[in-house]
């Protein structure tokens, strides 16, 4: 079993050592990478299994212009390079060369290796050890990475330059993650029963509970995705992979959210994961009813999506200073359902795709006697989605709302159908 260690050596020739020996110790071999820029202040006399003019020529520069580069545009060599480790990771993970990858640096060794470990499968051992990572202005920027894959995250505190006690201390904690993750690691493929990805959220919290149970009666693992845009991204990312046999899309609502500016918005490949991965696909349209617009001090302070989408007229409610939910238009319902239908009509067997629709309310919010209760704007979400999609995607109505047991025996009922179909 061989482990990828990658870093500047430039920069961190002692503790990229110092970890290679103490993972060799551990009887696994050490693989190192060098993603040095040449503008370090160390001339490394550690020899790297691939070296940083290999990974410079796969990410597109000419040999021996990557110190120049980045002298020149420090941001165009640092994503360069990053394309060239990424293949390389990639190209050993593929060929079972690797069983794990542990990068270790501050922000340059991040930006470069983040892409390639959000490159590797869920569940493959992947370790970052970062003096970075905590640094509030470039959270935004991790969490593109951290939202969608399981990267694990050492904080270092300390900078890994030299070598000294701390320095020791986090290299031999950082071999020890490593190999442990490494030693006890089971293959997602290796399950046997079917796995079914679930979104949800608290306003379908009772049918969630009720398909899941059902799902789960039926003989199949229920992977759960809370929906708040970053969980329904991830949900998509790993849908896209084909890791799962189907999709229950109880809460397709990050595309509503991203359409009209929502807390929630999930990013514009939202819906598209089963279609590039023709996986079985279940939807609901719970969250259309609503715009996640909090906090609440946004009505007083002109903020853009208030003022535009003149919240402050519409029903709304207030969970608390940080959680508002305003209904959704007309307007915007007829546009979220068209763009729905544009996607899902992109699903290359739409036999698969069953669109499941409780009339009665499409979260708990939206129910008879609910806050946001608006039956005509609900039934228009309706008339212009089934006068959208392509006639071979199946729509069923219940009556029913969301959280009531003949819903989820529907959407249950639907995801046997559909993955009945697969095979036909």
Same mark, same amino acid.
């Given at each position: ?42 001339? %490394? ?6 070296? /940083?003019?290999? =990974?410079?020529? &796969? !990410?597109?520069?000419?040999? $021996? ?121 089971? %293959? ?6 079917? /796995?079914?990805? =679930?979104?949800? &959220? !608290?306003?379908?919290?009772? $049918? ?135 996607? &899902? ?80």
């Amino acid at each position: 079993m061989a482990v990828a260690i990658v870093g500047m050596l430039d920069e961190r020739q002692e503790a990229l050592s110092f970890l290679c020996q103490r993972i060799r110790s551990k009887g696994m071999d050490a693989l190192l990478i060098d993603t040095s820029l040449g503008i370090g202040g160390i001339s %490394p006399r550690e020899v790297p299994d691939v070296s /940083s003019g290999e =990974l410079a020529r &796969l !990410g597109g520069i000419q040999s $021996g212009s990557i110190r120049e580069l980045a002298v020149s545009n420090r941001e165009k060599a640092t994503s360069l390079m990053s394309q060239g480790l990424t293949e390389k990771i990639l190209e050993l993970q593929l060929s079972n060369r690797i069983r794990g990858v542990v990068a270790v640096g501050g922000m340059t060794t991040s930006t470069i290796a983040l892409p390639a470990l959000r490159a590797l499968p869920f569940g493959f051992p992947k370790l970052l050890v970062s003096s970075a990572a905590a640094m509030p202005a470039y959270a935004g920027k991790f969490s593109q990475f951290l939202g969608l894959r399981d990267i694990t995250v050492m904080h270092t505190v300390v900078d890994t330059v030299g070598m000294n006690p701390l320095v020791r201390t986090l290299m031999n904690n950082a071999c020890g993650a490593i190999c442990g993750m490494v030693e006890n690691w089971l %293959p997602v493929a290796g399950e046997k029963r079917p /796995s079914v990805a =679930l979104t949800e &959220l !608290g306003f379908c919290d009772k $049918g969630a509970q009720q398909v899941r149970q059902m799902m789960e009666e039926l003989g199949y693992n229920v992977i759960s995705f809370h929906a708040t845009g970053m969980g329904d991204r991830a949900a998509e990312d790993l849908v896209g992979q084909g890791l799962f046999q189907a999709f229950v899309d109880l809460v397709p609502a990050g595309l509503s959210e991203h359409l009209l500016g929502g807390n929630r918005d999930a990013g514009p490949s939202r819906l598209l994961g089963a279609v590039r991965s023709k996986t079985p696909y279940i939807l609901t349209p719970c969250g259309f009813d609503m715009l996640s617009c909090g906090p609440i001090e946004r009505k007083e302070k002109g903020d853009p999506l208030w003022i535009d989408r003149s919240l402050a007229q519409r029903k709304l409610l207030v969970q608390d200073h940080m959680r508002v939910q305003a209904r959704t238009s007309a307007q915007e319902v007829e546009m979220v359902a068209k763009e729905v239908a544009h996607r &899902l009509n992109q699903h290359p067997r739409k036999e698969l795709v069953f669109f499941v629709v409780p009339v009665r309310g499409f979260s708990s919010l939206s129910v008879e006697g609910g806050p946001l209760h608006e039956p005509e704007v609900d039934g228009h979400f309706l008339q212009v989605l089934k006068g959208s999609l392509d006639p071979a995607i199946t729509v069923k109505e219940v009556d029913a709302h969301i959280n009531e047991p003949a819903f989820a025996r529907a959407v249950v009922e639907a995801l046997v159908e559909a993955l009945g179909r697969v095979q036909d």
